[in-house]
């Protein structure tokens, strides 16, 4: 279900990617530079959720992704890549002291750590991984999520000739737009679900996904100054830069409030298609990841 990004580009890009989330679904046909379009989804349609189905309007749900999905049926069926809700799966990072090479292995030691953590059973769920090597420990960025709400997402593009060969989480996407820069932080709000990920260069090192009492800046930056502090004390050093996303008109605001507060340089996402929102981040960061000038 996850992969690390820069590894797709071995092989050609499908020809589109969709993001879903609760407000609607964004879509991009892939070409010399990538066609987008956004259609909106009702309140109610979705409700996104690692614990029970998400697809409340199964009917208006399969109607919109027919709108943007559809092939003629003489036409061969086609590759994309689907995008889900941070809030419909869930993002670790787990460290070990070493990481067996077998496989089956790997899968298993993953297991074992996941299971007094994650509310679904392990052993029904779809995980996929990737191990980052550090000099003295192994970070492995785990991605994991119950197969029925894996499944219900991908059906209706299946039912429309689609065939979501990459499924990835909206974060992990985004991701390709945040420049490298030392310690930092990416904080995702999509609704009331603030997405935060730490990195230290290229490398994961904290995923934090929880719903917030509300959207205002004060819950999120309740959020963001312990992560701060965690970030001193357990990664060696202050974070560098905070990478804003998904506060629409309230960004510059955001940006000159937690600049403040956190003591932290703060700008928001950026991509050449367009300013990153809530329901379009994990799309533009993909783009970004198969065509540079996109």
């Avoid at 992969?3 to 050609?12: A, Q, T, V, W």
């Avoid at 550090?134 to 000739?161: H, Q, S, T």
């Avoid at 990478?243 to 510059?252: K, M, Q, S, V, W």
């Amino acid at each position: 279900m996850f992969e690390g990004l820069k590894s797709i580009l071995k092989d050609p890009p499908p020809g589109m990617a969709f993001e879903v989330s609760e407000a609607g679904i964004a879509a991009a046909r892939i070409g010399a530079r990538a066609e987008l379009e956004f259609r909106a989804l009702n309140p109610g349609v979705l409700s996104v959720s690692p614990l029970k189905e998400n697809i409340v309007d199964e009917h208006e749900f399969y109607a919109t992704v027919k709108a943007l999905a559809s092939q003629p049926a003489a036409r061969k069926r086609k590759g994309a890549a689907l995008i889900l809700p941070d809030f419909s799966v869930r993002i670790t990072v787990l460290d070990f002291d070493s990481f067996p090479a077998d496989v089956k292995e790997q899968l298993a030691l993953i297991k074992f750590r996941l299971k007094r953590s994650v509310p679904f059973d392990v052993e029904s769920a779809a995980i996929s991984y990737y191990a980052q090597p550090g000099a003295k420990r192994v970070d492995v960025v785990v991605v994991i999520a119950p197969l029925e709400i894996v499944a219900r997402y991908e059906a209706p593009f299946r039912a429309a000739g689609v065939n979501p060969g990459l499924v990835t989480a909206s974060s992990i996407a985004a991701l390709e737009l945040a420049p490298e820069a030392g310690l930092s932080l990416v904080a995702k709000l999509t609704g009331r679900v603030l997405t935060v990920l730490v990195r230290d260069k290229s490398a994961l090192k904290l995923v934090r996904c929880l719903e917030l009492p509300s959207t205002s800046l004060d819950d999120i930056a309740a959020v963001l100054a312990p992560t701060m502090v965690y970030v001193e004390d357990n990664l060696g050093g202050r974070a560098e830069k905070l990478f804003l996303c998904g506060l629409g008109a309230r960004t510059g605001e955001a940006q000159q409030r937690l600049q403040e507060e956190l003591g932290v340089e703060v700008e928001p996402l950026r991509s050449p298609l367009g300013a990153p929102g809530e329901s379009n981040a994990g799309l533009l960061g993909y783009l970004r990841s198969v065509a540079k000038n996109n």
